[in-house]
């Protein structure tokens, strides 16, 4: 009797101990929020980039009277992504100042946690391709 009593205690114990990490592990539903409002057209642009690079798992677009309003739903991020990843590029012949929108999206981001951090780095003539971690 004192063997079947231990190993209940054992078991309860190992199960009391190891139930908070699983929880932990377990990832949460995605959150789901408007990012921001975009130039007509740029948003579903974003949007679609975004769901390519993996940094959120659905996107919608509501078009407005300043703009389109881009909604994503992705999970929310306390530390940084393991490699620095490229979200998309804001051309200089499809965007009027490609620096501003990538710093907005890039901000807007930060402030939604969608990401923890961000970097617009130039390229060819001046285009920005936002980068996040």
Excluded: H
């Excluded at 710093?103 to 939604?112: E, L, N, Q, S």
């Amino acid at each position: 009797m004192r063997s079947i009593t231990r190993g209940a205690v054992v078991a309860a114990a190992v199960a009391t101990v190891l139930t908070p990490a699983a929880a932990q592990a377990a990832t949460g539903p995605d959150t789901t929020g408007l990012m921001g409002t975009y130039g007509f057209g740029r948003a579903d642009v974003i949007g679609e980039a975004g769901l390519r690079s993996g940094v959120w798992s659905a996107y919608a677009v509501r078009s407005g009277y300043a703009g389109d309003d881009l909604i994503v739903s992705y999970p929310a991020r306390t530390t940084p992504l393991a490699t620095e990843t490229t979200v998309y590029t804001a051309a200089f012949n499809e965007v009027a100042d490609p620096q501003a929108e990538c710093r907005k999206v890039g901000a807007a981001g930060v402030a939604k946690r969608a990401w923890v951090s961000f970097r617009c780095r130039t390229g060819f003539v001046p285009s920005y391709t936002l980068l996040v971690r």
